[in-house]
């Protein structure tokens, strides 16, 4: 009965390398959301997604990309991996409306050699 | 743009005892909520506890309660009785109440119940 699910948990790549984090979520919310949490444990807002519009932070290098093939799912694709993309990524999701709740997903620990 | 404070990077408690965690935050928006998170060695973010900013009665959840002070823009969390599984870190989050709109983190406080 996971709620918000995301694969993998860890992942280990190479600098330069392209990878994704995939996300669903079964609450049937409409806005989900993508996180990061450094080494600090500060954890900060990367993207926010819903049918309508999608809301990119702007300190997010391009290289980092949110796709949604439909209201369920958020993945992340990362080009170009560099070193300091090493952290643990949250998705997250909430109604966009009423309480504004996010229930966020087990987070995937990515690093970069 | 909204900002969480908490000041309390570390904090300690016994078992059984009671504990309350500080934030501050600062919003312009009339309308928004407030969130305290847990995050326990296994990563997960857990919600602990949710506050409507207009509401004037403070949540509580079992054995943890919050002091909501809307003037102040002070938000704190008091764990009572606490339990070893409370050992975690506890993030205070505020939301703007309008829309499809993210989270803003504080910076964590690192509790420890001490057996």
């Known amino acids: 009965d996971t709620a918000v699910s995301q694969t993998p948990k860890y992942l280990v790549t190479q600098m330069g390398n392209d990878k994704s984090i995939k996300c669903e979520q079964n609450l049937g919310h409409d806005t989900m959301y993508w996180y990061k949490q450094d080494s600090k444990k500060f954890l900060k807002i990367m993207f926010s997604y819903n049918n309508k519009e999608l809301i990119i932070n702007e300190t997010v290098p391009n290289r980092f990309s949110p796709k949604s093939p439909d209201k369920a799912h958020l993945n992340l694709h990362i080009n170009s991996l560099e070193l300091g993309d090493s952290a643990v990524y949250f998705c997250?999701?909430?109604?966009?409306?009423?309480?504004?709740?996010?229930?966020f997903g087990p987070g995937t620990r990515l690093t970069v050699t | 743009a909204q900002t969480v404070t908490q000041s309390q990077p570390e904090m300690s408690v016994q078992e059984a005892e009671t504990v309350t965690l500080s934030c501050t935050y600062d919003t312009s928006e009339n309308n928004y909520y407030l969130f305290w998170y847990k995050q326990p060695p296994s990563r997960q973010m857990i919600l602990v506890i949710r506050q409507e900013a207009y509401k004037q009665q403070n949540a509580t959840e079992n054995r943890f309660s919050v002091n909501f002070q809307k003037a102040a823009k002070s938000f704190s969390l008091k764990i009572s009785d606490s339990q070893l599984g409370d050992t975690a870190m506890y993030f205070c989050?505020?939301?703007?109440?309008?829309?499809?709109?993210?989270?803003?983190f504080g910076t964590g406080t690192r509790l420890t119940v001490i057996p």
């Open positions: 989050a505020s939301h703007q109440g309008t829309g499809a709109n993210n989270l803003f």
């Open positions: 997250a999701s909430s109604h966009s409306s009423g309480a504004y709740e996010q229930y």
